[in-house]
T-cell receptor, first 111, second 112 residues
Framework: KQEVTQIPAALSVPEGENLVLNCSFT??????LQWFRQDPGKGLTSLLL?????REQTSGRLNASLDKSSGRSTLYIAASQPGDSATYLC??????????FGTGTRLKVLA | DAGVIQSPRHEVTEMGQEVTLRCKPI?????LFWYRQTMMRGLELLIY????????DSGMPEDRFSAKMPNASFSTLKIQPSEPRDSAVYFC??????????FGEGSRLTVL
C-alpha cells in the first residue's frame, strides 16, 4: 500500500531563507508526483507536476526534484517570502485516477 | 479558462436537510473527482468520473451520498439526509489524463 509522508509537519523560517520540504513515498511505481499549496480556507493550487520520467521541474523560485528509486521528492523554495506561508502538499499519482496525498507541511515565513 | 468552479462556497444547514454541491470542471478535462477534507482524515476521495461515467464510488461513505455527472461540464454531489458528521470541505477536481490535477475552491459544509 502506497504511503506518502511529509516532513516536517510544520516549519517556521525568517524571510529570505532558502528552504526544503520533503515528501517520501513507499512504492516507486508512480505515474506522476505533484506539489500543491493550500492557503487557509482555499482550495489546492497546483505548483509543479513531475512526470515519472523526469527528475525535476522548476517554476520561478520553486524547484521540485524526484528520485523514484529512493522514494523521495523535495520542494525547494528560494528566498522565501511571507506570501509563501501556506500548507504544502505532495501527491503521488499511482494510476489514471488514484492520487495519494501527504498530510502536508505547514510553512510560516516571518517578516 | 476559469478553472474548476464550485458552488456554494459555504453551506450551513440543519441535520436531516438535503444538501447539493455543484461543480463545473475545466473544459476538456475528462476526469472529475469529488474529495472531502477534514482535519482528522485529510483528503479522502469520494468518487470519480471518466467521460461523465462514475467509475469508482467506493469512497462514498454511505447511501446518503450520491453523485451525478449529467454532462461534461456539470456534476453534483448530494447528501440526503445530512448529518453533523458530514461537516467538512468538499472539493471537486479535474484533470486530463495524463496531466495536472486542478482543484476548485471547495464548498465548506456545516451541518448543525
Amino acid at each position: 500500500k502506497q504511503e506518502v509522508t511529509q516532513i516536517p509537519a510544520a516549519l517556521s523560517v525568517p524571510e529570505g531563507e532558502n528552504l526544503v520540504l520533503n515528501c517520501s513515498f513507499t512504492d516507486s511505481a508512480i505515474y506522476n508526483l505533484q506539489w500543491f499549496r493550500q492557503d487557509p480556507g482555499k482550495g489546492l493550487t497546483s505548483l509543479l507536476l513531475i512526470q515519472s520520467s523526469q527528475r525535476e521541474q522548476t517554476s520561478g523560485r520553486l524547484n521540485a526534484s524526484l528520485d523514484k528509486s529512493s522514494g523521495r521528492s523535495t520542494l525547494y523554495i528560494a528566498a522565501s517570502q511571507p506570501g509563501d506561508s501556506a500548507t504544502y502538499l505532495c501527491a503521488v499519482q499511482k494510476g489514471t485516477y488514484k492520487y495519494i496525498f501527504g498530510t502536508g507541511t505547514r510553512l510560516k515565513v516571518l517578516a | 479558462d476559469a478553472g474548476v468552479i464550485q458552488s456554494p462556497r459555504h453551506e450551513v444547514t440543519e441535520m436531516g436537510q438535503e444538501v447539493t454541491l455543484r461543480c463545473k470542471p475545466i473544459s476538456g478535462h475528462d476526469y472529475l473527482f469529488w474529495y472531502r477534507q477534514t482535519m482528522m482524515r485529510g483528503l479522502e476521495l469520494l468518487i470519480y468520473f471518466n467521460n461523465n461515467v462514475p467509475i469508482d464510488d467506493s469512497g462514498m461513505p454511505e447511501d446518503r451520498f450520491s453523485a451525478k455527472m449529467p454532462n461534461a461540464s456539470f456534476s453534483t454531489l448530494k447528501i440526503q439526509p445530512s448529518e453533523p458528521r458530514d461537516s467538512a470541505v468538499y472539493f471537486c477536481a479535474s484533470h486530463a489524463d495524463p496531466g495536472e490535477l486542478f482543484f476548485g475552491e471547495g464548498s465548506r459544509l456545516t451541518v448543525l
